[in-house]
């Protein structure tokens, strides 16, 4: 069953009234539970793919549809349910909010929901990844290990059904890059969770069910696992 | 604390330094209005609690001439029937001399009775009473007499036409005068003396007035309405102790009108300060604001979240804000003191602290509104493109034009009691605004597009255009408050350097007053000079085309008024310092009926054109006139001049006085003075070089007042500069590093802010100068009429001054830029 499709995309830029194409019509399905990794080298347009299919930007062209949802044209506020609820995102510069304590960014997706259990969910989540101890340490109290597999709670705290992962071990040494994408991976089998990442790293892409190549804004390439 | 509230107050601390701005901004845009608010209404409610004690008396009677019978009749019947005492005060001026006619003084004389004051008390050094001591012979003086004339208590003095012995000092008395006014001691005179000294005559310069002292006090309004029915309305003024206007709330009025003006102009300014401040705290607050859209919250809970974070801040700066508001307060009345009545103290009012918090909460919400609003446009992409523009709808920031142009006009309404000047204060403060913004925008667009050479001169233009840089916003502030001050300064130079440092060497400095007819030749003769005297005839304009002059409307105007008492002259000719503006002969030889000339002056007081028909009241006397011509004054000068001038057979039988004006070497005014009242005791002599020194010392105090407090407005401008460099501090040390990186050294960095700022400091300078030049001489040109002198070194210094403020400023907001070691800044980069 397709969780996500995109139809045609295309994304222009001016900059000093010269039109720059970063998406060159992309098209693109990901079914429940599969697992797809974008690739491409830098500039190629994956992180833009990325913005669009997750709504965080609208296509200059094109349609993107979400669990039956068609969102290319739908409006900031109405899009804010659907990142709350249905998607999680977990991304390279990890964007913690400076100001919340570990604990406190797990919790927030879930009591922009009210949901009264935002904090038994959060620490539980917290244990899953081994950072109890850390519940109340601000950002920058942690390392980036630890900064991102908070993000990967938060990401996580209202189950959702699509899962962005935007280069999730981009920043990380290799060692603390294998603990996240080994607790990535446990976290989208526990919860059933469809996965679209974003990454440069070719073990990564070896765990996916499918692999896409962007170049030049174009959709070079699909392989299969 | 709760976990939202512990997240808000991290958020502050986390931009600690945007926050301490904001709250700045918005302590300075409510310190100065709930300081001037406060202070006005304290004086007002002090004066209206000693108002018995400041006017010594439950109703006072006033006028320039003797009370008419009628009124006299009315006192008296019922000071007989035991409702009221009354108590009669006669002052003037009149020049004092010792008895071997040594040294002379012009005094004010206050010729009282013994019931006075009914009110408050006459403080005497000996600690006796006033009554006790001022019996037939004897007077009682200020220090400042008997210092000035080496005298002591005992000793005897000439007033007038007799001689008085000196019994005592006065410290204290409940209804004079604030010391601003006060141009020479005071001489308690005792009322039984008052015809000896032989000074009243007709004409002469004496305040009559009638203190009334009511028996039941339900029936002061009674009486005084019963009083006012046998007044003469054109010249006799009928008041309670609560409607009276001493002449210190006539001067405090005056004067906290100003204060309010510089009140409302840096709340304006401060209010510019809160918004672009604010718009500088979210753009560092936008990669929070997108993680929080990212991950599903809504625009309006986005603006809820920094409302509160806003409120938070804004409810700090609001309390600061009304307790340095009081602070300055307690300063004014310090630096006030010597012009506020002795019995004035600094009392805080709690409706003043509550005004001040209700405005702070209005300003607060009125320049947040835009901003918090803003933040519905950013979009959650921003995660990923922090610069990336921001498509904002325009309309917004029109009506948020519209509601803070409404809101001053209101305010400025309000706190002014007059529609007409609130209006010309949004459309002065407002246009001066529009220039500043217009020229900012001109001469950022001319800069953009220059070709500079020098390196560190051309990062210093580009880094004008950083995003977030705020150049805009800090010019236009420092534009225009700077504007304000160097033109208040201007103004200021301008009348010093006119009458006060280069008083004209032809001009005359000594003025003689209440000369009678009769002593024109023996005057003549003693100052042995040729003498233009000219008929003084005192009379009230009762109006204008048949049409009754609104005594109440022009007593209400801040200038000269049609409603005082005007000196009338008659001549046939034109003086050498006039000319005719209007008419072509001063009078018409086809008309048959009295004319009289006008000065242009009064057309400021009461529209009116040749043609028209004056109707004057000379001492109870009716005389109507055709106005033949308007008559213009030649130059800045300081001669005497005439609002009315009239056909010598028109007024040449009219009760009179004389007076002239005299050129007298300095080192020989005190000689002459002396001679001159020794022959003439009425003759009062009034020295215009001195008397305008002390106007200059006092103008001169009360504009460093202004001055000061017009100052702070320039704080924002600093507030606003500072809060644009920490906001673009990551862009700037950026810039920073990769300079020292590529090899610059830090004399290049330095070189580059400096030029920055000073390129901000220059343009707004020069174009402040240049609005306050524009402002400054048409003041001088159309209200002071005065030749208008540039100060072109001190403008100078002006521009500076300015200059180095601003750079100075700037470079300590971007000391930790400068200091910060390339390779500390790149590994935090990486450290992410």
Known sequence: MTLLRAQDLTKTYTVDHQIIKVLDGVSLTVATGEFVVITGSSGSGKTTLLTLLSGLDHPTAGEIWIDGREISSASEDALA?????????????????????ALENIMFPAELLKRRDAEERARALLATVGLSARADNLPSQLSGGEKQRVALCRAMINQPKLLFADEPTGNLDSKNGQLVLDQLLAMKAAHAVTLVLVTHNPEIAAAADRVVTLSDGRLRHQAAD | MSSRLRVIYRQLVGSSRQALVFVLCVSLSLTTLTAFSGFARSVRQSLLADARTLHAADIILGSGSPFNPHLQGAVAREAAAGRIESTRIHTFFSVVRTVDADASLLARLKVVEPAYPFY??????????????????????????????????????????????????????????????????????????????????????????????????????????????????????VDTYRTARSGVRRFLDNFIFFLKLVGIFILVLAGMGIQSTLGALLREKRQTIAVMKTLGATSRYVQRYFMKLTALMGGIGILLGVAVGLGLQWLLYRLLADFLPPSLHFQWAPSGVLEGIAVGVVVLILFTLLPLHQLRYLRPVMIFRRDQPVHQKRWPAWLSAAALLLFFFGLTAWHMADAEVGLYLVAGVGGVILISASFSQLSLWVLKRLTVRRLAVRQAVRGLFRPGNATRPVMITLTTSLAVIFAIFLIEANLDATFVRSFPADAPNLFFVDIQPDQRDGFARLVDQAVTFYPVIRARVTAVNDEAIDRERQQRTRGDSLARTMNLTYRETLLDTERLISGERLYRSDWQEPQVSVLDEVLEMHPMKVGDRLRFRIQGVPLTARISSIRTRVGENLSPFFYFVFPTDVLGNAPQTVFTALRVPPDAVADLQTRLVTAYPNVSVIDLSTTLRVLARLMQRLSNILRSFTALSIVAGVLILTSA????????????????????????????????????AAMSGILALLMAHLCAGVVCHLVFDIRYQAFALASGGLVLGNALLVVTTGLLASWAILKKKPVTYLREQTDG
């Open chain 1, 81 to 101: 349910p659907l990142r709350n609820r249905t998607i999680g995102f977990v991304f390279q510069s990890f964007h913690l909010v400076p100001a919340m304590t």
């Open chain 2, 120 to 237: 408050g008390e006459v403080v005497l050094l000996s600690g006796r009473t006033l009554a006790g001591v001022l019996t037939q012979g004897s007077i009682v003086v200020e220090q400042l007499l008997l210092d000035r004339l080496g005298l002591a208590v005992g000793d005897l003095l000439q007033v007038g036409f007799t001689t008085l012995r000196i019994v005592d000092v006065v410290t204290a008395e409940p209804d004079r005068p604030v010391n601003m006014f006060a141009f020479g001691p005071r001489v308690f005179v005792s009322h039984q003396d008052l015809d000896a000294l032989g000074l009243i005559e007709k004409g002469s310069r004496i305040r009559y007035r009638l203190l009334i002292k009511v028996t039941d006090p339900q029936e002061l309004a009674p009486l005084a309405a019963h009083f006012k029915t046998f007044a003469d309305p054109e010249r006799e003024r």
């Open chain 2, 725 to 760: 460099i920490w906001a673009t501090r990551a862009q700037r040390m950026t810039e920073a590093v990769y300079y020292k990186v590529l090899g610059a050294r830090r004399r290049f960095v330095l070189q580059v802010f400096t030029m920055e700022n000073l390129l901000i």
